[in-house]
């Protein structure tokens, strides 16, 4: 199974950039999905995550700014980022639970996508 970002790339503060994350391989369904990043010098964090089921959950720092939605017949989870910030620019981690059997779940992560929002 594999994972693979795109999307990410250089913008200025207050533009817009959407984030895809392909999943591909022996899959038997897709859980929850979710988008982490990693700032520079800092350690990894929670952007935002969507259920099998749709629901969504936002951190406060991207709240109202950013959107989280899942296609499940294209494997691929987005991440609608709106309103960037300077302290916005990460890399944008895509994670996902991973059935590749019944009752056979595995924790995939993706290779990163750089974001750099210019100030």
């Known amino acids: 199974v594999q994972l693979v970002e795109s999307g990410g790339g250089l913008v200025q503060a207050g533009g817009s950039l959407t984030l895809s994350c392909v999943a591909s391989?022996?899959?038997?369904?897709?859980?929850?999905m979710r988008w982490y990043r990693q700032p520079p010098g800092k350690q990894r964090e929670l952007v935002a995550t969507?259920?099998?089921?749709?629901?969504?959950h936002y951190e406060d720092f991207v709240k109202g700014r950013f959107t989280i939605s899942r296609d499940n017949a294209k494997n691929t989870v987005y991440l609608q980022m709106n309103s960037l910030k300077f302290e916005d620019t990460a890399v944008y981690y895509c994670?996902?639970?991973?059935?590749?059997?019944?009752?056979?779940?595995?924790?995939?992560w993706g290779q990163g996508t750089q974001v750099t929002v210019s100030s």
């Open positions: 994670n996902a639970g991973i059935q590749v059997a019944r009752n056979y779940e595995y924790d995939y």
């Open positions: 391989g022996n899959i038997y369904s897709i859980n929850t």
């Open positions: 969507i259920t099998s089921g749709g629901a969504v």
